[in-house]
């Protein structure tokens, strides 16, 4: 059970960890991202504490699928420090995704291809709509990149216990 605890605070650490380096990034492209217009210091707090709040639970139900995968059986047990490398694989993961998603999101919305909504429109100060709308695809592509690392890691961590049947 001591092993399941430090799996879990592993996989919450990093996910914490990710999210507000990645918020702070989204914060540098576009401050309203966070604040809808409120000021840059207070952006930055924002997003640190939304990349908390807003990541913890990703590293939460992480550890529960990836905990099984290398604790559940009777075969050779899988400690937490045998998971750091695939952890950190599952947030290099969502580093890409969310890289590639906010550069497409960027030229999406710099040929027009993506507006935003008349209420957001705004609130939002025309030069920062691209990067705005580049935040959101970032962030989308964190989920998607978080649930193909996620399954990867389970996946190699289940291969490593019991083989490639």
Not at 98 to 124: M, N, R, W
Request: with cysteine; aromatic share 12%; net charge positive.
């Amino acid at each position: 059970m001591k092993e399941y605890l430090k799996i879990t605070l592993l996989c919450i650490f990093a996910a914490i960890l990710y999210g507000i380096v990645h918020d702070q990034i989204s914060a540098q492209i576009s401050m309203e991202f966070f604040t809808k217009g409120d000021s840059e210091s207070s952006a930055r707090f924002i997003a640190l504490v939304k990349g908390i709040l807003w990541t913890w639970w990703f590293g939460l139900i992480l550890s529960i699928p990836l905990g099984l995968c290398a604790r559940h059986g009777k075969r050779n047990k899988l400690k937490a420090k045998k998971l750091i490398l695939p952890v950190a694989r599952v947030i290099a993961t969502v580093f890409v995704f969310s890289l590639c998603s906010g550069l497409i999101g960027y030229a999406i919305a710099t040929l027009g291809l993506h507006e935003l909504s008349d209420k957001l429109v705004s609130s939002i100060p025309e030069e920062s709509r691209n990067g705005y709308i580049a935040n959101i695809w970032s962030s989308f592509g964190a989920y998607v990149g978080a649930v193909v690392g996620a399954y990867r890691a389970c996946l190699n961590t289940h291969k490593k216990r019991y083989g490639k049947k």
